[in-house]
């Protein structure tokens, strides 16, 4: 077994979407990023490839690199599935702490464990999500930003 951590964050801006887990949300700001933002997915990413020693997702994905500009990030998670297969290892869990003052998040994490575990190829219940609020406190507690923690558990792939 293989143990990673994934930490990503992201300012809120006008004149973007707000993507996190996969889900749209509709708010008045939206997360600043080469790609979608998806702050719960970069983390997951970077707690995959952690987990297999390998470098962060601007590694795999520039920002310097504009031909991946606006990228979904399902494709930065995809690829570091792909990674964990190529050495063996599969996704045996995923836990997340999102920390935003808003918006408030458990009205779509449900629909975020659903596109995770499709995501990771693993049951919903195999997907942790918690959320809480950084207290007022900096960048995420005056709203300006929106973080994540992730942690997961690669485990060797059963053998055909």
Avoid at 60 to 87: C, H, L, Q, W
Avoid at 102 to 124: F, R
């Amino acid at each position: 077994m293989r143990i990673g951590i994934g930490y990503d964050i992201h300012r809120l801006v006008q004149d973007r979407k707000l993507i996190i887990g996969g889900v749209e949300i509709p708010y008045h700001l939206g997360l600043l990023g080469h790609s979608d933002a998806d702050v719960l997915y970069h983390s997951i990413a970077d707690a995959i490839f952690g987990a297999l020693a390998l470098p962060d997702i601007g590694h795999y994905f520039p920002n310097t690199d504009m031909s991946i500009r606006g990228v979904s990030s399902d494709v930065i998670v995809n690829k570091a599935v792909s990674e964990a297969k190529a050495r063996g290892y599969c996704v045996s869990n995923i836990d997340t702490c999102i920390i935003a003052e808003a918006p408030k998040m458990k009205p779509y994490v449900e629909q975020m464990k659903k596109n995770i575990a499709k995501l990771l190829e693993i049951d919903v219940d195999c997907v942790g999500i918690k959320a809480t609020t950084n207290e007022r406190v900096g960048d995420i507690g005056n709203g300006a930003a929106i973080a994540v923690h992730a942690t997961c558990l690669l485990l060797k792939a059963k053998q055909a």
